[in-house]
């Protein structure tokens, strides 16, 4: 979800406004991907690079997440939104921590689409956590060698309840996918625009899947063996 500041620069307004007006569009995507039968909506929150940014904007966006998780959970809730979010929590003001993690418990048993935020997350750090684990287990003696696939290793990550997205949108006019579910995003489709996040509406959202469904998903195949 890129673009915000750049939003508001362009229209003459503190980069916080920017950051405001995207909340809006989570709002608007996340009803239109209810509508249009999504299960699963991935939105890259908060990166872990982003505590290099000035103080005041870090202090700003986590009371901003605050207040508007605050507020949308019970319209999420009424919608049969399951949230979910993935990262490095340890890192988090207790605040923060506080307001995902009930979020989180109160919509556990939704069956609608999943909401689920990336926030102070990084695929580099994620990767590294789990090969970790991985080397932890093998270790102690309670993993084989031979156990080892990429099965295992997907098993480790923030993701393991999550299939792999089949669609990234990158918005804001940024041609790089910025250390974001980089194991899962292998054979994902790739879809970019300029639109500056908080300008990007529901028919922009359509317009992305209309042009992922052209395209002819291969996965190491050639065209005469994928089957419609």
Not at 67 to 86: T, Y
Request: net charge positive; with cysteine; charged share 25%.
């Amino acid at each position: 979800m890129d673009g915000n500041g750049r939003w508001a620069k362009s229209r003459g307004l503190p980069r916080i406004a920017g950051h405001q007006e995207g909340v809006r569009a989570v709002r608007r995507v996340t009803r239109a991907s209810g509508e249009l039968g999504v299960k699963f909506l991935t939105m890259y929150t908060f990166s872990a690079e982003n505590w290099k940014r000035p103080k005041r904007e870090v202090n700003a966006l986590m009371n901003l997440f605050i207040r508007s998780l605050h507020e949308e959970i019970e319209n999420l809730n009424k919608n049969n939104v399951r949230f979910m979010a993935i990262g490095d929590f340890e890192q988090l003001p207790d605040s923060v921590l506080t307001e995902l993690k009930g979020g989180m418990e109160y919509t556990a048993n939704n069956t609608g689409l999943v909401l689920n935020l990336a926030f102070n997350y990084g695929s580099r750090q994620e990767i590294s956590k789990a090969v970790k684990q991985i080397a932890e287990a093998y270790k102690s003696g309670s993993l084989r060698l031979n156990q080892i696939d990429k099965n295992l290793i997907a098993s480790h990550l923030y993701t393991s309840d999550l299939p792999d997205p089949d669609l990234l949108i990158r918005t804001g006019g940024e041609f790089r996918v910025s250390n974001f579910l980089l194991w899962q995003l292998a054979y994902t489709e790739l879809y970019f625009t300029e639109t500056y996040w908080p300008s990007f509406s529901k028919r922009d959202l359509v317009k992305a899947i209309e042009d992922f469904q052209c395209r002819e998903r291969r996965f190491g195949k050639i065209s005469e063996q994928v089957v419609d």
